[in-house]
């Protein structure tokens, strides 16, 4: 295995997936952990490996769309439901968060990000077959 090989696995890894495919596939996964990268300094992967139909590249299941949701939730945990005046409160400061500018921007961006990277990744698990 090269250097660059162990240094794109050790990436990944921290993502969160060592990939479990073919040395030289390696190369690739290189270029697309960069480009990947890129676009999102931090996204996350939960799986990498070699399918009988060739590269399968899973990004995680993201609970919050934009980071000012997890910020909100920070200063604003959620109460009890069995307290149902704070919860009933708690769900329309929420939604009120959700109307303001700031979250509907940061929103369009993250779709707009997660659409380029997942264009990426789908180019990328095409032509996997050719590698
Ligand atoms: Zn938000």
């Not at 690739?28 to 399918?51: C, G």
């Not at 929103?107 to 707009?112: M, Q």
């Amino acid at each position: 295995m090269t250097d660059e090989g162990d240094d794109v696995s050790a990436r990944l890894g921290a993502r969160g997936a060592f990939p479990q495919v073919p040395d030289h596939w390696l190369p690739h996964l290189d270029r697309l952990d960069r480009e990947l990268a890129a676009i999102d300094p931090d996204y996350q992967v939960s799986q990498v490996k070699e399918t009988y139909d060739g590269l399968r590249f899973q990004l995680p299941p993201t609970l919050h769309q934009a980071p000012c949701c997890e910020l909100w939730l920070s200063v604003n945990p959620s109460p009890d439901r069995q307290d149902v005046p704070a919860w009933k409160a708690w769900c329309a400061r929420q939604g009120e968060h959700e109307q303001t500018i700031a979250h509907e921007r940061q929103v369009a961006d993250w779709r707009a990000r997660r659409a380029a990277m997942r264009d990426l990744i789908a180019i990328a698990e095409r032509e996997s077959y050719t590698w």
